[in-house]
């Protein structure tokens, strides 16, 4: 089977983006309960870690993380019909 790289690289930017915004959203309403939560998660103490975060730098960790994230997908993609080749 072979992945389509576009479509597949399109979808990871479209789902880290709208995860980027769920996690603004949530670090605005409730920054010490959200860095708690993510303490859980990666198993270090961020608790004290939490900070204001400004419209420019949600758009600019927007922009990175969706571009970023989407160039690595089409990384994955092509390298996974490169290695599944028959």
């Known amino acids: ?17 709208v995860a980027s915004v769920i996690c603004g959203i949530l670090i605005a309403l409730a920054p010490e309960a959200t860095m708690a939560a993510v303490s859980y998660l990666f198993h270090i103490d961020l608790t004290g870690l939490s900070r204001t975060i400004t419209w420019g730098g949600f758009f600019a960790g927007l922009a990175v993380s969706v571009l970023s994230m989407t160039l690595a997908a089409g990384a994955v993609a092509w390298l996974y019909n490169r290695i599944a080749q028959p």
């Open 1 to 17: 089977m072979k992945l389509q790289i576009w479509p597949f690289s399109l979808s990871v930017g479209v789902v880290t983006a």
